[in-house]
């Protein structure tokens, strides 16, 4: 077998299982047999997870949680939200999502927020939104500021809409350069961006700092809360020392908060919060004259169904703020073991001061972290790989927290480094393309690359 054929067995690895279907089979297929191919897929797909040995992605590990979950699903998955006087169970549903998220982010009786479809869904309409409210004072060139942190969603939302980004370096701290941030405004910013805390190392940027900067420059300030803002608040409340990042803070004026992350919700959920209603307004579009009818939206999906919010919904109140409690001191349990163990091994470093999610990479040139992860990989782990530097992390989630599996990454990890240690100078298997990148002929290959990866995930498996 060449290594293109093992390769393609990877990337569409149920090709000689199932059928590959290029059309509609003319007659129904059996419901039980397709259930039962699919249980299966889910079975071995989720096994390593289940197990704890991967980084983020799974929050809350929890089957029957899961399931109960699915059982409400189930109840309003055909409900389209649009329809509410259909479905006015979708307005309570929605609403006290927000409601929650709200008080969770101290948010005043002016705050206000939507549920969108996930964390890039929350972060562009936030960009649209200063967009729209920057476009009445007259910007016809918008650009925005963040640190190179920041979510890539927002670069997405800003390539689609057409917004300038100006990205602002790090302090050695990992975290924004507010005076460059300051350096980079000019008339036509119509936000600045912080992380609460950024995907790339889980750390907090100098919230109340940024947000000073951009109230006296006029202008809003968003928090992606998107993977952390459901956590710090259970931080406090068991006093860890996290610095103000919500609505407590002045001249934040939106925040990103997903449920489907450190809310325990089933995939597909987040909540965009803004300070006050007005700003909100801008994120409405409403056409009075279309022949369909008058047509209202939120936001950007037309459709939505009812199962996602009231599924959410009934993850927040069945998992209650003892709940949240709980599972956040055993997330910031586990993270303290994995941080404390990582610092330990030589010729590892931890980038910054994380709290749940520990980045790490070679604290010397001989040292390559991308070997690490090869060997952390063959051991059965799913770190995420970081560039810029080149770096891993492990951002723990609840399956994380089951009793071994720290102590046991940890004593993979060590191994790892040595074998890294000694097969210094073999290109590594994971992060392969790092390097490649930088100039602008390598990213112009690697977009090419990444093109192509994305066309084939639309692909039906070759037979
Ligand atoms: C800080 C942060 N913001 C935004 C996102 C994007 O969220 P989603 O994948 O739900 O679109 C992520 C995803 O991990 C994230 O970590």
Redesign the pocket.
Known sequence: MSEFDDFIDGFYPYRKQSINYRRIPDEPRDRAEVLAEIKAMARAEDSMGDEGRVSGSLYSGDHEHYGYLGEVFAQFSHANVLQRDMYPSATKFEAEIVAMVLDLVNGDANACGVVTS????S?ITALYTYREAARERGVTKPNVVWPITA?V?LDKGAHWMGIEVRHAPLTEAYTADVGAMADLIDDQTIALVG?AG??GHGLIDPIEEIAALAAERGIGMHV?G??GGLLWPWAEALGYDIPLWDFRVPGVTSISA?T?KYGYALKGT?ALLYRDKDLRRHQYFTYPDWPGGLYLSPGLAGSRSGGLIASTWAAMVTTGRSGYLSAARGIFETATTIREGIEAIDGLQVIGDPKFLVAFMADRDDLDIYLVNDALKKAGWRMNALQLPAALHFCVTRPNTRPGVAEAFLEDLQSAVDYAAANAGTPAESGAMYGFGGTPQGNQTINMLMSGVLDAMHEVAPE
């Open positions: 996930g964390g890039s869904e972060l979510h969603a992380s950024d995907y992606d998107c993977l997903d489907h987040s």
